[in-house]
Structures are given as C-alpha cells and as structure tokens.
C-alpha cells in the first residue's frame, strides 16, 4: 500500500520501535483488506483494555506496546475495564483478575491513554466532528459516531485500535470511503410515539432485519433525549452487526431519501409497526419464568439523566432482600450523582451505582444468576451468552417494579 514519507519513517523505525511496530500491524491490516492508504485519524477509542475481552494474550500486546516505548500521538479513550477499579471486591470479582486488570491499567497511564473507561466516550470529553476519520472500537461508540456525529470509523478490533493510537492512523477501507456509507436497506418507522423503551426495541428490530448492512430509516421522530439514540444504536449493533443507520432529516448524511441510497434502490424494505414492536420485545426475552435475581442497567453507560430517573423511580422504595440492582456508569457520572443526591437515595433503596465498568465485561457470570432483568437492548441481546442467565428485557419503570416487588413484572 502506499505510504506517505511520514508514515514510511515510522515503518522504518525512525519514530521508535514502538510506532515501528504499530505501523507493522497496520500495513499488515491494510493489505488484507485492499487498502490503498492509510487515513490519519482525530481520536482512537481502545477496548485493549478490559481484561474480560482480551485475555492474557490482551495483557501481553498492551505490554508490549509499552515495552517497545510507545505513547498515544493522538487523544485515545479506553473501554470500560473489567471491573469496578474501587470496589471490584464488592462484586466478587477474583483476585488473579484484578491483578491482571491492574496491569492493563498500568499500561494505560504508561501509553499515555485517556482513562475515562467508558464506552460513551463522546459525552467524556472526545466529542467527534463531522467529517473526522477515527478509530474506535466498542460497537455501541462506532455506531453514534458513524450515524449521528458522521464521524467516519470502521469496527476497529483490539491491538488495531492501539496501533492506530500510536501511528495516528488507520488503513483506509470499508466506512472511511463515502461509497461504503450509502444505505443498503429501508425500514419504515409506523409509530405514532416513541418511548424510551420503543428506540431500544426498535434498535434491536433494526439490527436483526439489517444485519451487517446500512439501515435507512424513514418515519422515525426525532426524540430530545440523546440517550434514546445512543441505547438504538446499541442494540441495534449487538443484534445485527449495524455500524452506520441514517435517518432521513435527522443524521448528518441522510438530508434526504436520495441521499442515504445514493440514488440506488433499497435492496430490501422493511416496516415497524405496533405488531413488530411487540413480537421484538418477546424475542428479547428468553428467561423461562423464575423470578429475577439481578437488575443490571447502564448498557451503554447511563447519563446523568438516566440516573436522575433511576432515583426518581427508586426513591422511598426498597429492592426486595437477596436481589441486586446494579447501575453501570463512569467515574465522572458517578460523582454528579454523588453531588445531585441520586446516588444516596440509589442506594437508601438497597441499589448501587457502579463504576468504571459494566455488567458485560465484568465476570458477573461468577454470581450464577439464573434470571437478570435489563432495559438494555444491547445488554439483552448479550446476557444469555456473557453472563450465562435468562434474561427479561424491559423499560426502567418495568425494571424498578420488578426489583422491589416479589415476582415478574412481564
Ligand atoms: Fe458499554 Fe458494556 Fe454495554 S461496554 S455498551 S455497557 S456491554
């Protein structure tokens, strides 16, 4: 591929044997996918950093990146870690674990990575631009930036995305090319509303019926809460592999029908209405009928706002005996809610705001929960394989109900 003389230097080591190595794997990507260039890129966002999703072979290539003295060139964000860095004891998380976890997080400071440890990173401070090529991993993060910033990202994968952070560049191929970003696929939205709920049914709908193809989606209003974007993309990431949607007259590259085809013809069509509504949110329900032992909410991290609701709904309630309710969201977040009151009337309630992490790539499967509840399309879609239980997927309300009272809400 070519190479400019900047980019050749690296390669040839004159930037270190760190950016050396980082340019090595990064030809080497490019190659097999038929890049041409590379793209320099404004930001990456890592997931080389949760023990959980890279292992001891994770630990070893963040360490050795390290090792061969590289340092982020670009402003690089990390994912969630593999477990509440503070409290990790609290969740049973085991100590072998934590000691690797403490590696990769020694490794972050060393590489010089933001250490927001969230899979928002753009309300964390790296807020893309239109137009600006990246490269993030974390699908949920990938799918806001492609779609509603027009940002311009692939699914980048663990060790890629560090390589890039190093070099400040990524091969380019697949959504760094504006003729990748057109839609394949039309669904039409026939919802005369749109609960909070409904964007995460819908994204799962949307995942499922496009797979890894570009949804194009019509008839869909536009909603003030940026939380209901961000759960749609998610979910419609997990259940599909969905990393740009457009909405006509909403997202940055759909002004138009026109324009998100391109002037092609969908190659499939597809409507959602009350009825696909419905039968969405029973697929997303495997649990067999035992009563819920775990609430689990903050896929993608909560906000502030999902917070301040989560207190409004659990104030003066109490989660009923055995039962654990855990609100997943980043240090920042958590200590707005400190300050706002919410996290002492969270926890007055018997529930516990939890940072830092999630329940996905935290070992919560070491609980044997049998049934969790979630209002997470993302985390429903995920919880019988990662945290090996049945799962209820419901709204925040349906989820709060079932928590403190005995049995199931659904
Ligand atoms: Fe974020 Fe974990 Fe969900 S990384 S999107 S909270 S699975």
Redesign the pocket.
């Known amino acids: 591929m070519y190479l400019t003389e900047e980019e050749q230097k690296m390669l040839d080591g004159e930037n270190g044997p760190g950016c050396k190595f980082a340019m090595e794997i990064l030809v080497a990507v490019g190659d097999a996918f038929g890049a041409e260039k590379m793209v320099p890129v404004r930001s990456a966002h890592t997931i080389l950093s949760t023990y959980k999703g890279i292992l001891d072979a994770g630990v070893e290539a963040i360490e050795q990146f390290v090792a061969l003295g590289a340092k982020a060139a670009i402003p690089t964000t990390t994912?969630?870690a593999g477990m509440d860095l503070e409290r990790w004891t609290e969740f049973r998380v085991p100590e072998d674990y934590a000691r690797k976890q403490f590696r990769i997080v020694k490794a972050v400071h060393s590489l010089g990575l933001i250490p927001c440890w969230t899979?928002t990173p753009y309300l964390a401070g790296l807020l893309p631009q239109k137009g600006d090529h990246l490269a993030w991993t974390?699908s949920?993060a990938v799918v806001f930036a492609n779609s509603m910033v027009g940002a311009y990202t692939n699914r980048e994968t663990a060790v890629i995305d560090i390589a890039a952070a190093v070099t400040g560049r990524t091969p380019e191929h697949g959504l760094h090319l504006k003729r990748n970003r057109l839609g394949n696929v039309l669904i039409d939205v026939q919802m005369e509303k749109m609960s909070a709920e409904d964007y995460r049914i819908f994204g799962y709908f949307m995942g499922k019926k496009a797979g890894a193809r570009i949804p194009v989606i019509t008839g869909l209003r536009k909603t003030d809460r940026i939380e209901d974007y961000i759960a749609m993309g998610?979910a419609a990431a997990a259940s599909g592999g969905v990393a740009l949607y457009h909405i006509v007259g909403i997202t940055p590259e759909a002004g138009s029908l026109e324009e998100a085809f391109g002037g092609n013809e969908p190659e499939k069509r597809f409507s959602f209405s009350l009825t696909e509504r419905e039968q969405t949110k029973h697929d997303m329900c495997t649990g067999g009928g035992g009563d819920i032992e775990a609430v689990m909410v903050?896929?993608?991290?909560y906000t502030i706002t999902d917070i301040k609701k989560a207190a409004e709904l659990l104030e003066g309630k109490s989660v009923r005996k055995g039962l654990q309710f855990w609100i997943?969201t980043y240090k920042s977040i958590e200590l707005l809610a400190e300050r706002m009151g919410y996290k002492s009337i969270i926890e007055k309630a018997g529930a516990k705001i939890t940072s830092d992490t999630?329940m996905?790539?935290s070992p919560t499967e070491l609980w044997r929960f049998k049934t969790v509840m979630t209002d997470?399309g993302?985390?429903a879609y995920y919880a019988p394989s990662q945290v090996q239980a049945d799962v209820v997927f419901g709204s925040i309300e349906e989820c709060v109900t079932a928590a403190v009272e005995k049995g199931r809400p659904v």
Not at 298 to 301: A, L, R, T, Y
Request: proline share 12%; with cysteine; net charge negative.
């Open positions: 994912d969630p899979c974390e949920s998610a903050g896929c993608p991290h997943y999630c996905m790539i997470s993302k985390f």
